[in-house]
């Protein structure tokens, strides 16, 4: 099998980590934000609050993100995965906020130990790489990413986030733990 899988919040816990430093530069609530159920897509938008995010990310990402801790156990289980599957890492990370975001992503993996078969960044239509790529389960945090899967008929599941609690539509992941008792590997 062909799991395609996200990295923000996926596999790591990038929102959290952001939302701290964000509230620092922009002196918000982070709380807030947390609690609200608004994802950084959301905050993007918001040129209000956030007049500069573009090039706040570009100038700070790589520094906040380059120790962000991984989800609870999310080594052990895609090692499991590993065995039997193709492990194929697809992140929306981009020039925009990294200046090479390909090998940012892959040294992060690298310095982690995280094992997989192929890593692609900078993807706009996940849905359509993923169908381009012959990928069996995608696993992402991102409504809107699961929603291009599922437009190609990839079955989807939506990784546990305070910004995705009220969707509905996909099958839901809480855990890494919960991804290999749901996957059935």
């Known amino acids: 099998m062909r799991i395609g899988i996200d990295i923000d919040d996926t596999i790591t816990n990038s929102y959290n980590r952001i939302l701290s430093e964000l509230e620092k530069y922009y002196n918000i609530n982070k709380y807030m934000y947390m609690n609200s159920g608004i994802s950084y897509y ?25 120790d962000v801790p991984l989800k609870h156990n999310v080594k052990e289980v895609i090692d499991k995965l590993k065995e039997n599957n ?27 130990n995280i094992k997989y078969d192929e890593l692609y960044t900078d993807v706009k239509d996940k849905g359509k790489l993923c169908q381009d790529l012959k990928i069996d389960v995608f696993i ?7 929603e291009e899967a599922s437009k190609y008929n990839i079955n989807t599941y939506l990784f546990d986030n305070t910004f995705n ?12 733990t919960d991804a290999l008792d749901k996957l059935e590997i």
Do not use: G
């Open 42 to 66: 959301d905050i993007m938008k918001d040129k209000k609050t956030f007049p500069d995010y573009y090039d706040y990310c570009k100038n700070n990402f790589e520094r906040i993100l380059y």
């Open 86 to 112: 193709e492990i194929i890492f697809i992140t929306a990370r981009n020039k925009d906020e990294y200046s090479d975001p390909y090998t940012y992503t892959k040294d992060y993996l690298d310095r982690n």
């Open 140 to 146: 992402d945090d991102a409504i809107t990413h699961c």
């Open 165 to 176: 609690k009220n969707e509905t539509r996909f099958k839901r992941i809480y855990s890494w």
